[in-house]
């Protein structure tokens, strides 16, 4: 009967796995690193990193539910960033991060508008969106750096965009929070979420049942371009500079991080709270390699592996789930 009730509870919530994992590195890194991990700063600089990195997750975890793949949230990161810190010392801070957001639905547009239209697949027009919109952000800097002065930083619309803390948390991750709540009550409990995950499973089969294929996917582009804009303006209040390089592979973090999370690349079945809890374990392991004196040039080797680990795993424990 027990047996039952855990297969019942792997097959309806993916995120069982990655919560797994999370408390299992939790306590392997509390420890092994004699204190160094299992602080209250350390803490609260990963839960920085999962702020950001979170919210690009959610973005791209939509798109994946489409059947899509969006490889540019990077660059669009960084654009966001240098957007927000261009305009940031000329205009109030959030007109600022409304420009960079807009930013980032335009590039998010631009994608989902040639997907759809051309049908050329999506990896192939990001990644050229990736490389576009990078090399936009190196000539426009000019291997410079962006920044804001430091005592210009302590206003209210700085400590808003992740310029400061609360209750010992950078502000950056009540972002994050309300995006997860948001969109998970767009997900379940609207129209536009049943139709996303309806588009994933089988584009034909929605297609028939009357549900516009190619404006939901748009759709799921422009919110990707609109939440990896929104967590560049985040990193860029916090760091108070950017430069052209910034967001560099957090692409491939964000997917990864998504992948860990449930979510299934072919489409039709994402979990946006474990996209979340795959950002942070991501943002721990990296953490761990820093405090432990490990060279950071380890991690692309170790999300490699994590990334194969956890897709194996994700569908051995599908499997064993779906066994009567």
Known sequence: MLKSEIKRLVRRHTEIGILVISLCLVLLFTLTSEGRWANAYNIGTILQVTATLGLMTLGVALVIGTGEIDISVGSTFGIGALIYLWFAVRIDPVFAALLAIGAGALIGAFNGI???????????????SLMIFRGLAIALTDGFSFSVPYKERDGFSYSVLGGTEFLGINTGFYWLVAGLAVLLIA???TPWGNRLLAVGGSAASAHSRGVRVERIKLSAFIVCGVLAAFAGTLEASKLGFADGSMGRLMELQAIAAC????????GGRISLPGAVLGAF?????QSYLVVTGVRPQWF???????????????????RWSLKN
């Not at 992948?259 to 072919?266: Q, R, Y």
């Not at 374990?281 to 392991?285: E, F, P």
């Not at 999300?303 to 599908?318: E, Q, S, Y």
């Open 259 to 266: 992948v860990l999370g449930g979510c299934v690349l072919a």
């Open 114 to 128: 040639l997907v759809t239209r051309t049908k050329t697949p999506s990896l192939i027009i990001t990644l050229g």
């Open 187 to 189: 997900l379940k409990m």
């Open 300 to 318: 692309i080797f170790l999300l490699g592996l994590i990334v194969v680990f956890a897709a194996l795993g994700d569908r051995t424990l599908r």
């Open 281 to 285: 374990v991501l943002s721990s392991v």
